[in-house]
C-alpha cells in the first residue's frame, strides 16, 4: 500500500512540475523561433511582456497559453481574445482506505480544474488578435 501511495504522489508532482512555466523554460524548448525574432522583442518576451504588432507565437512564449480564449465580433470584424489568470490550474488528489463484510480496498483519485469559468475573478490580461497580430492588450487590475 506503501509503494501505490508513493506512486500516486510521485505522478502528482509530475503534474504539477510539467504544467509551472516560465518565459525562459518556453525559450529553451522553442530557440529556432526565438532566434528569429528581433531583439528588442526577443527581450520583451524574456521579461514575459507583449504588446501589440505581436504575433501568437511571441505571445505564445511570453505569457504561455491562455487560460481560455474566445472569438468577438464588431463592426471592425472579427478578433480572438487570449485570456490569462493569476492562477493556474489546481490539482488535487486522496486515497482512502476501507473494508467491507471481511474485503478490503483501495482507492484513489486525481482532480484537475482549470478555472475556465466565463467571467474569471482571477484574470489579469486580454490580448486581442486581429489577422494574426496582437491588436490590444487588456491589463485587468482590481476587479469589485
Partial sequence: MKRHLLSGLVVCASLLAGCA?????????????????????QAKVRAGQVEV?????MVRLALGNPARTFTRSTAEGN??????????PSFSFGFGVGSYGGHSG?????????GSSRYDPDEVMRVEFREGAVAG???VSNRN
Avoid at 504588432?53 to 507565437?57: D, M, N, R
Avoid at 480572438?80 to 492562477?87: A, L, P
Fill in 137 to 139: 492588450v487588456e491589463h
Fill in 53 to 57: 504588432g505581436f504575433t501568437e507565437p
Fill in 21 to 41: 512555466t516560465t518565459p525562459q523554460s518556453r525559450i529553451e524548448q522553442n530557440r529556432a523561433i526565438f532566434d528569429q525574432f528581433p531583439a528588442e522583442v
Fill in 106 to 114: 483501495v482507492s484513489g483519485g486525481v482532480g484537475i480544474t482549470t
Fill in 79 to 88: 478578433s480572438v481574445v487570449w485570456v490569462y489568470t493569476k492562477s493556474s
